[in-house]
């Protein structure tokens, strides 16, 4: 589509998963605390509004909308059904209502 992006992050770490005490909460700077999927998302919408701002004269104020959509994906028939959705969405374009083709 051309107002959105899709992908898949595949994320190995070992460390990831439930134990069986919480940490204690620690105070942070604002924003996802780091290596968790919000500053990964963050990361990689402030790097391609660097790249932006590198090559337009005019660079839009804002691109990104405030938040994102996330899935788990847990086994091997949801992860084709993503894939196939991803490949197949771009055929959405034409009708999609934010679309003027210039």
Same mark, same amino acid.
């Given at each position: 589509m051309p107002n959105h992006v899709h992908g898949i992050l595949t994320i #190995?770490?070992?460390t990831v998963g439930a134990t069986h005490e919480s940490p204690l909460?620690?105070?942070q700077a604002k924003? %996802? %605390?780091p290596g968790s999927l919000g500053a990964t998302i963050e #990361?990689?919408?402030s790097s391609v509004m660097r790249k932006i701002h590198q090559s337009w004269i005019s660079s839009p104020e804002k691109i990104w909308q405030r938040n994102y959509y996330e899935h788990i994906i847990r086994d091997e028939e949801d992860y084709q059904n993503k894939v196939e959705y991803i490949l197949t969405n771009p055929i959405n374009w034409e009708i999609d209502k934010e679309y003027s083709p210039s």
């Open positions: #190995s770490n070992d909460l620690q105070r924003g %996802p %605390p #990361s990689f919408k």
